[in-house]
Every structure is written in C-alpha cells, then in structure tokens.
C-alpha cells in the first residue's frame, strides 16, 4: 500500500470545494481502486498484515481486478468521518461510536455502514493517581488523553460507564477531564510524567505500554466490563455507493481481511514483525506477542457486542434513528449475519 500523504488529503480536499464538487463526483471512481484510513494501534494489525501480504491485491486479481491501494494514518472518528463524506478516503477506521454517528447522519443520502470488524480488543482505561482506583475517584486535576472528546469509542465506553453509574443525567460527567490526544503521545505523556496528562483511555499495544514503562500506571476500566462481554470497539465502514459501485473491489477487501485474521492467528510472531515494520513501531516486540496472544483478544471480522453502545447512543440523543439491532449499521454480508 502507498501512503496517503497528509499533504495531498488536504490539498484534496480543498482542491473539491473550491471547485464546488458534488460529494458524488468527488468521490467517484472506477472499479480497483481503494483508500483507506485506519488510526493508531494494533488494533490495525488485520489491514497491517493485508497491506504487507499484498492480500487485497491477491484477492482483487483472483476476481479479474487489479487494485491499486492507498492509506492514510489519522487520529480521531471526526478526522476520519470528515475524509469519508469528503470522499478522500473510501474506507474509514474508526470506532463503533463514530461508526454510528455517521450511520445516523448519513440515512437517506451516503448511507454509511459498517463492514467488518477488526477484532475484539479490551480497552483499558489507565492512570498514575494512585488515588483513582474506580471513575468514582477521578477529580478535578486528573486529566483523561483519549482520540477524541465525547465521541471517540473510549469516550463514548467512558460516558457509558459514568451512566451505568450516576445515571444517564450524567452519562459525561467526567468529559470535562478529557483531552484530546493521538495514543502515542498520550501514553508518552504518561510514561514520562509531569504533564498535565495522568490519565489515558487507550487501546492495545499503548494501554499495555503504559503500563509496562510506569509502575504508577493501573487500570481504571476495562472495557469489556461496561459492554459485557467481549466487544468490537473498532471498525471498518463505508459509503452505500462505494458497495454498490465496485463489488469485486469491495468483496476483495473483505476476502483480504478474513484471511489476515487468519494469518494472524496462525503466525504471531510474523505478525508481530510486520506490525513493527509497518508501523514504525518501537514498541518490543514480546509486549506486541503479549497483546496478540492475550486469551481477551479475537483477531475476527464479525462484529460482537456492539449494540449495547447503539442504544447508549440512542437513549441519550446521541444519535436520533434507534437500531433494531447491529444488522441496521452493519451491511447485509455473509460474516454480519452473525454480528451483534
């Protein structure tokens, strides 16, 4: 895959509104070709091992396409929903909170729904006040790096604890302790201490760095202990066009990703290497084999446990269309029949 220059997503972007592109126009091209935006994590490894496989191209040619494919690294579901209605990207990755903001938002004209999952990944939420022992104890000097304030999937699975907890009247009770970081940074932050940051809603490998290069670091919140059970936090999701315009691509995508699960549960030391070497990577390579051999992680494309979030969502305003279930923001394929 060919990076997506930051640069050139934004000169796209500017280049279409000046010269006042439709969103249909923008984002139309012919079958072959696809973009993808993915963020910060190993919670990525499935499009890592695709891209470094070559598995999308593999399965575009068995189908008579050759693809050609595009990347983008971002932070945060705004950044990554703003590319996806632009039509810069083609593929978004992104949390199941922004996932159904933009389902909600785009009913009627694009259509956004899920495709697959990336897999299921406890996220902790971890912190250095040895005073905070549960979200009860955080206070008005603790601060909380997460991707993105109020809608990210952490800070959506924090207001959702906070409900569970105070009631729904308070579901972003602690979102005034949040700040919006890249999980680099943010686990930097609290590595090294002496920064405002004394707390991180992560993902893996990041939640496991911190922990590891801190011994003040603990774990506030799994969460898995607020969705219940075994969760997809992070997605992949498109555009009802983009489906419908290019099946071989969009059937090679999905054929791609079921086998890097596969490759991934069958070689995790590869895996891990090419999580390394894709992402620049310094985190060690035992802590990446930790996390990718941890019995809590499923490396799986059908979506699990999702819904609670959906009607969360729903029951807050968050989002005003109520899903009858995940089949509503997932695309009726053959691995989201099983999905919840």
Do not use: C
């Amino acid at each position: 895959m060919k990076p997506l220059r930051p640069a050139f997503l934004k000169s796209l972007l500017t280049g279409a509104l000046a010269a006042g592109l439709s969103l249909s126009a923008l984002s139309a091209h012919a079958e072959g070709k696809i973009r993808i935006a993915e963020q910060f994590g190993i919670v990525y490894l499935l499009l890592n091992v695709a891209q470094d496989q070559q598995l999308i191209e593999k399965h575009g040619k068995a189908a008579g396409v050759d693809i050609q494919v595009e990347r983008v690294q971002l932070s945060g579901g705004p950044a990554i929903n703003e590319a996806l209605l632009s039509g810069s990207i083609d593929i978004a990755g992104a949390g199941v909170g922004p996932l159904l903001t933009l389902w909600d938002k785009t009913q009627g004209r694009q259509n956004v729904r899920g495709i697959a999952s990336l897999g299921n990944f406890p996220y902790y939420l971890t912190s250095s006040n040895p005073a905070v022992k549960t979200i009860d104890d955080f206070g008005d000097k603790d601060r909380i790096a997460l991707p993105a304030v109020g809608v990210s999937v952490q800070s959506r699975i924090l207001q959702l604890a906070s409900a569970k907890r105070w009631g729904d009247a308070q579901f972003n009770k602690l979102d005034r302790l949040q700040v919006a970081l890249p999980h680099p940074e943010a686990t930097a932050a609290l590595i090294k201490g002496g920064t405002e940051i004394n707390a991180h809603f992560g993902n893996p490998p990041f939640q496991e760095q911190g922990l590891a290069g801190n011994s003040n670091v603990h774990i506030v919140l799994n969460s898995y202990e607020v969705l219940g059970g075994p969760a997809s936090a992070t997605v992949l999701y498109t555009t009802e066009k983009f489906r419908r315009d290019n099946p071989k691509t969009y059937k090679a995508f999905i054929g791609a990703l079921a086998e890097a699960a596969d490759f991934i549960s069958k070689n995790p030391e590869r895996s891990a290497d090419i999580y390394i070497k894709n992402e620049n990577s310094k985190v060690p390579k035992e802590l990446l084999l930790k996390v990718i051999k941890n019995p809590e992680v499923q490396f799986k494309i059908t979506p699990q446990n999702t819904f609670a979030l959906a009607t969360f969502m729903h029951r807050i305003g968050a989002i005003k269309n109520k899903p009858a279930s995940a089949k509503d923001y997932f695309f009726d394929d053959p691995h989201n029949a099983a999905g919840s």
